[in-house]
């Protein structure tokens, strides 16, 4: 079992900047991707970023150019700046093993116009 713990969160104004972090703990082989989803309330939960193994990335659309994965061993952070107001949801950190598929609890991002 593998448990996820995001830190980071917060309210900002459109324009600033934060970082969120997420820890993994447990016993697991081999992770094959970290990554952040989010969900804003009435809406779908969506991608944000991932990063493999290997430290190939991808990003949603909406973020390209804006927020930065990185991930260090069983840890993953996401640089975010230039926020906008659509950005605020609530992000969930991943992490995805050939054994697990887990979610950590979320963390609020707030972004006032």
């Known amino acids: 079992q593998v448990q996820l713990v995001e830190s980071g969160g917060g309210l900002v104004q459109a324009g600033e900047s934060l970082r969120l972090s997420c820890a993994a703990s447990?016993?697991?082989?081999?992770?094959?991707?970290m990554g952040w989803f989010r969900q804003a309330p009435g809406k779908q939960r969506e991608l944000v970023a991932t990063?493999?193994?290997?430290?190939r990335t991808t990003y949603g659309d909406s973020v390209k150019g804006r927020f930065t994965i990185s991930r260090d061993n069983a840890k993953v952070a996401l640089q975010m700046d230039s926020l906008k107001p659509e950005d605020t949801a609530v992000y969930y950190c991943?992490?995805?093993?050939?054994?697990?598929?887990?979610w950590g609890q979320g963390t609020q991002v707030t972004v006032s116009s």
């Open positions: 991943n992490l995805r093993s050939v054994v697990d598929n887990a």
């Open positions: 447990g016993r697991y082989l081999v992770i094959n991707t």
């Open positions: 990063v493999s193994r290997n430290g």
